[in-house]
């Protein structure tokens, strides 16, 4: 079962790190049904995968671990370990609210979390030097058009995911063009 799968305790592990429970509140509800977990997973698999995204969450989620299970070993671990702490870094020194909505929001809604994450790790990733940019500006993250796209959150179709992800990944990287 999920429990031998070696990929899980990975997650497990990230989710359970200081950086991550401190730039993820989560209301203790969400906290006991493992949310931090399913945030890092959904991470992992939008960033390797979204683009194959067409099916429910649950399927697509359950898919990528099956997959990863096969061959997910200490050089992928310490690789995934990298992108995961090199992204959530980048968002706490560049984004003023982190993953939050706003400086007083005392949760990180799901989608957010996602499009901030993964499109700040695809952009990490075409643009390694983007970590070196002593100050971006993020402030299209809390206005026009990235609110109304956090706003259609019931949308969970490949077309919604990709536009998010991809709305950060090319703000991001317009900074160094």
């Not at 899980?8 to 429970?21: G, H, T």
């Not at 949760?107 to 990733?125: H, M, P």
Request: zero cysteines; aromatic letters at 12%.
């Amino acid at each position: 079962g999920t429990e031998t799968n070696p990929m899980i305790s990975f997650i497990r592990q990230l989710a359970n790190s200081v950086e991550f429970k401190r730039l993820i509140p989560l209301p203790e509800a969400k906290i006991k049904r493992r949310e931090h977990e399913e945030y890092v997973l959904r991470f992992f698999a939008y960033k390797d995968n979204y683009l194959n995204f067409d099916k429910s969450v649950r399927d697509f989620l359950d898919e990528y671990l099956s997959n990863m299970e096969a061959t997910f070993d200490d050089n992928k671990k310490s690789e995934y370990s990298r992108i995961f702490f090199d992204m959530l870094n980048f968002v706490d020194k560049n984004f003023p609210n982190g993953f939050r909505k706003s400086p007083g929001s005392t949760v990180v809604s799901r989608i957010r979390f996602e499009a901030t994450a993964v499109g700040s790790a695809l952009a990490l990733a075409t643009q390694p030097n983007l970590r070196d940019v002593p100050s971006i500006d993020t402030n299209w993250a809390y206005d026009e058009p990235f609110l109304g796209m956090m706003r259609s959150d019931a949308s969970n179709s490949r077309p919604k995911v990709k536009a998010r992800i991809e709305h950060v990944t090319n703000k991001l990287l317009e900074v160094t063009a």
